[in-house]
């Protein structure tokens, strides 16, 4: 009887470890393609994050086909508005996140409209003024 009972409990511990490595294997491929998306130089991602009542960081500079990703880390909704009108996220909820791609050149402000005192500025600059684009190109010497 002790015996059957220590087997039935050390297949459990393989059901479980079975059941863990498939899991495990569901969430690779996910992890892998992840790691790829970093590795492809564009488009790449920039965060700003929504917290105590800011963007964070207030102003970037960018290239163009960057994706900026606002992800809300306060209590509170936010919302993430053009003032040009260009585009306009839903409110927020905490840990929500709203993305665009800026394709094109230029200067986006934009702000909070639940709380107009929060603003942002996302410029677009040419690929070449970028300094991390620069930077990777001529790479540290042998
Ligand atoms: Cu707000």
């Known amino acids: 009887m002790v015996g059957c009972l220590a087997v039935s409990r050390r297949l459990r511990f393989a059901r479980r470890l079975a059941l ?3 899991a495990f294997a ?16 564009l488009p790449r991602e920039v965060i700003v994050t929504i ?3 800011s963007f964070n960081p207030p ?3 960018v290239p163009p086909g ?7 880390r306060d209590d509170i ?3 993430v508005v053009a003032a040009g009108k260009s585009f306009r996220s839903r409110a ?18 934009y702000f909070c409209s639940l709380h107009p005192h929060m603003t942002g500025t996302v410029k677009v600059r040419g690929a070449a003024e970028a300094p991390a684009a620069a930077s990777r190109a001529t790479g540290p010497a042998p």
């Open 59 to 61: 102003e970037l500079t």
């Open 77 to 79: 909704p936010h919302t």
């Open 20 to 22: 863990l490595g498939l």
């Open 92 to 109: 927020l909820d905490t840990d929500d996140r709203f993305s665009i791609t800026f394709a094109s050149v230029g200067d986006f402000v």
């Open 51 to 53: 917290d105590n009542f």
């Open 26 to 41: 569901a969430f690779w491929p996910a992890l892998a393609s992840a790691q790829q998306a970093h590795a492809v130089p």
């Open 66 to 72: 960057t994706v900026v990703t606002w992800v809300n």
